[in-house]
């Protein structure tokens, strides 16, 4: 499992290489120019053209890549903010513990809240419940998260006056934005689950253990679920890579200052070095994320431990 | 096929909102039961000419403006339970703490209540005395400022005239990019201290509205000692003079002061100030309505009428000095042509779609020179829509119109609408248009380069009253392309402007201002549109405040009204 591990994380250099050589071409292909756009109107010719050259934007497409890559994988050093000068890596940092925060409790109510779901719909199949939960989820995946977090703001922070309207302080500032978030997952994950337990209630062993005698609690706990996680581990692994770097339109809404919204401001700005070490930094969480994921796989099918460590 | 028939649809509405605009021309303006100044909206008259009686049609519909907020119902007023701290929310987070880097709004909003200038602006736009008590015009590029005598700054130390000559050395560096287009008219060598409190600065050229640009984030007094000892640390701690002392800058989120007790100006009258980062402007309103901020800047249209009709809220109102234009490339045919640009202003009803787009929210300005700002020339008709005459002008112009021309337009709606309607109304005179709507720095780009035909812009972002960056940036010929995008080029007009800004302000630069916006708009580089207006919400209880043409606006002197 260590040598597994080992080789996952040495695949995370060429996938680091690939994403940053996409971002840096799609960024120098796309017009607008950082320059320009940092200084604000009334800016002379000389000046404009002093400051590209100083930040190197004159040099050949090839020459900064190559200057970029070397800092990134020599130095570890991201580079410096065109907008605000400070190091990039900073400002990721500044910004990561807000959307980790938020993914997390996000991800766990999502977790808790999909699976009771999803198992409560598969056990009831077909019968009235069922049905209630299944309409939910539909309308959860349906929903668009912008308008459902102005609905939720008018209620409970206008009309109401419980919850706050912006930010993210304290459990109450956290209760909507994670509300919004999660949703979808909570959404999707009752449905993987529900599809993933009916596959499971079908098998010989659980026909085996009802038949031996076990409590229903004790089936569903002990045989059912432990059975269909696959699946809906994947779900999970595969929704925060998605609520990580999908956090921007909550982010925006509640006012938040996450690594979403540090992105799409920097990509108007064509704040190059910013854009590029948020792209790497979400693209390594999220193939982190997924060897986690491998890795939990192994824990709960000790088949595939053996197959993979071989493999 | 489905795609055209919508865009004919829109189009269609957009053509029945111009007409059933033109039907009803004086809409009433709400009551707002206050000291109200009226905007320098116009008659247009009809003695100059020909053409005037069918302008007469679209008439004129002053907005009425509100800078000074006062409370709907007085005795509605609550006040805050912990009423001295002043937490304000704003629409855009700043990129830097550092005055001399300050290249946006958000910047100056989070530094104007650490830093002040030599001079400043009151409510009313006059230029009032503030670190300097008085100033001598020694002769075209010379001013000496008398300092006023025990300010201090937030370490303690007195602002001497050393300061102001370490700030604006400061402001004339490389690394002062951002506020360069200003300061790097200062000459550093010509600095000149004559005794503590005595202090000359020199322009590189002659520049008579040098002082009119001073009250600038840029040209910020900064303590020498503070930033000599560890510039680094001051970069992100800012030291000036202001009523309030920086205390924390959290990104995206909060900059957080606290009053200085030892201010010049006597005790600041609140605690705190908070400025929050709030960029959505329904969630922005919602904070407001919450109580959770007392002054929500950078409003729309969309949250006024639900100003107006909330007791416990207040609005201030303010024109900025930004006007949006549709310009056409002036190096390029047929847009060269200056008959065939002067026949696209006839066919297009400017006025009438503002109206239409903006609901009340901007007025139309007829030219660069916005209609509040110092020497806007009120003379002569302000939109000439005739489409007869445009027609004339366009046969005159032996343009072929049988190609299709650009409208390139960034993604920003109002304009968008207005593109579309332009559309519409050039149609009806025989002219081909398609529209092309592009991600703004893409956009911003594309109108600096050269293969253009008619595209929107807009100017004049500084939010000062002297008409001088409205004029000059964008049509003086050595700003082509990156400032002057029409790329117009024209001797007698860079002659004009040149005077203009080497002359003292008086009578002289007043009659030679009139005259560049009549020849300007002869010239027709561009056709004007909308001065946009600045639209503050506030609790009642505040006061003190009031709004400004810039989209920074200014919390200094702001108080908050206790509990009944």
New interface residues.
């Given amino acids: 499992m260590l040598r597994y591990s080992i080789k996952r994380l040495l695949q995370l250099i060429p996938v680091a290489l690939g994403v940053s050589l996409i971002v840096f071409t799609l960024l120098h292909i796309?017009?607008?120019?950082p320059v320009?756009?940092?200084?604000?109107?009334?800016?002379?010719?000389e000046?404009?053209e002093?400051?590209r050259e100083?930040m190197g934007l004159n040099d050949p497409f090839v020459v900064q890549y190559l200057n970029y890559i070397k800092d990134v994988f020599l130095h570890f050093d991201l580079g410096e903010s065109y907008?605000?000068?400070q190091p990039v890596i900073e400002?990721i940092l500044?910004?990561f513990p807000s959307t980790l925060k938020l993914t997390l409790v996000s991800m766990a109510v999502a977790t808790v809240g999909g699976i009771l779901l999803g198992v409560l719909s598969a056990v009831n199949q077909n019968k009235g419940i069922d049905s209630v939960i299944n309409v939910l989820a539909l309308l959860g995946i349906s929903f668009p998260s912008f308008w459902l977090g102005?609905l939720l703001?008018?209620l409970f922070?206008?009309q109401l006056?419980w919850l706050?309207?912006?930010?993210l302080e304290g459990w109450k500032g956290m209760i909507l934005p994670c509300t919004v978030l999660s949703l979808q997952s909570i959404a999707s994950l009752t449905r993987m689950t529900r599809s993933s337990m009916l596959d499971v209630i079908r098998q010989d062993y659980v026909r085996t253990a009802k038949a031996k005698g076990l409590s229903a609690a004790a089936v569903i706990f002990f045989h059912e679920i432990k059975n269909a996680l696959i699946p809906i581990i994947t779900t999970i692994g595969m929704d925060f890579g998605s609520l990580l770097g999908g956090a921007v339109l909550c982010e925006?809404?509640?006012?938040?200052?996450g690594i979403g919204?540090?992105m799409v401001?920097s990509i108007?700005?064509?704040d190059y070095p910013v854009v590029q070490g948020c792209v790497i930094f979400i693209a390594l969480a999220c193939c982190l994320v997924n060897l986690a994921v491998d890795l939990l796989y192994m824990v709960i099918d000790p088949k595939l431990k053996k197959t993979k460590t071989e493999g | 096929m489905k795609k055209r028939a919508r865009r004919i649809l829109t189009l269609l509405l957009a053509a029945s909102m111009v007409l059933s605009m033109a039907g009803c021309q004086k809409r009433s303006n709400d009551d707002t039961a206050t000291s109200t100044e009226q905007s320098a909206g116009s008659d247009s008259s009809s003695s100059d000419g020909s053409d005037a009686a069918s302008t007469a049609e679209t008439g004129t519909d002053t907005i009425t403006f509100n800078r000074i907020p006062t409370p709907s119902d007085p005795t509605l007023v609550k006040g805050k339970a912990d009423n001295k701290d002043l937490v304000v929310a704003y629409n855009a987070d700043t990129t830097t703490l550092d005055p001399h880097c300050a290249g946006n709004s958000a910047a100056v909003n989070v530094l104007m209540p650490v830093m002040e200038q030599l001079v400043k602006y009151d409510e009313n736009g006059e230029l009032q005395p503030w670190l300097a008590e008085s100033w001598e015009v020694l002769d075209d590029h010379s001013w000496e400022f008398h300092l006023r005598k025990g300010v201090k700054f937030h370490n303690g130390e007195e602002m001497k005239a050393s300061d102001v000559v370490f700030s604006f050395t400061r402001a004339t560096t490389d690394y002062a990019a951002n506020v360069a287009y200003i300061m790097d008219m200062i000459d550093p060598d010509g600095l000149e201290i004559v005794d503590d409190y005595t202090v000359i600065v020199r322009t590189k050229v002659p520049f008579g509205a040098f002082l009119y640009y001073l009250p600038y984030i840029g040209a910020s007094i900064l303590s020498e000692k503070a930033y000599t000892e560890d510039e680094a640390y001051a970069i992100e701690h800012p030291v000036g003079t202001g009523p309030y002392v920086f205390q924390e800058y959290q990104k995206g989120e909060y900059t957080k002061y606290t009053k200085f007790d030892d201010y010049w100006g006597g005790e600041p009258a609140c605690d705190t100030l908070t400025i929050r980062v709030i960029p959505d402007n329904n969630t922005r309103y919602i904070a407001l309505e919450t109580g959770e901020v007392d002054i929500a800047v950078g409003l729309s249209v969309n949250e006024m009428t639900q100003l107006e009709n909330n007791p416990e809220l207040m609005m201030a109102t303010c024109p900025t000095t930004v006007f949006t234009t549709l310009n056409f490339n002036c190096a390029k045919a047929p847009f060269d042509n200056q008959t065939f640009r002067q026949a696209l202003d006839y066919a297009i009803n400017e006025e009438a779609i503002v109206q239409s787009v903006f609901r009340g929210s901007a007025q139309y300005t007829p030219g660069p020179v916005t209609p509040d700002s110092k020497y806007f020339y009120d003379g002569e008709p302000h939109c000439r829509y005739d489409v007869e005459k445009a027609k004339e002008l366009l046969e005159e112009s032996g343009v072929d119109l049988s190609q299709t021309f650009e409208i390139a337009v960034n993604e920003n709606q109002t304009r968008i609408d207005e593109a579309t309607i332009i559309q519409q109304q050039l149609a009806e005179v025989g002219i081909k248009t398609e529209i092309n709507v592009m991600e703004t720095a893409a956009y911003n780009e594309y109108i600096t380069g050269s293969d253009k035909d008619m595209f929107f812009n807009g100017w004049g972002a500084v939010g000062f009253p002297d008409p001088d960056n409205n004029v000059y940036g964008p049509l003086h010929s050595s700003g082509i392309p990156e400032n002057n995008v029409t790329d117009l080029s024209d001797p007698t007009l860079d002659d004009m402007l040149d005077r203009a800004r080497a002359l003292q302000d008086g009578d002289e630069r007043e009659q030679l201002l009139y005259d560049i916006q009549k020849y300007i708009r002869d010239l027709t580089p561009f056709v004007t549109f909308e001065n946009s207006t600045n639209i503050v919400g506030l609790q009642n209880y505040v006061e003190g405040f009031y709004a400004v043409p810039s989209s920074d606006q200014y919390y200094n002197f702001v108080s908050l009204v206790g509990q009944n």
């Fill in positions: 796309s017009p607008g120019d320009k756009l940092m200084m604000g109107e009334n800016v002379s010719q000046v404009l002093r400051t100083a907008a605000t000068k400002e500044k910004c102005l703001i008018l922070s206008v006056g706050p309207s912006s930010g925006t809404i509640f006012s938040i200052q919204r540090l401001d108007k700005r064509r």
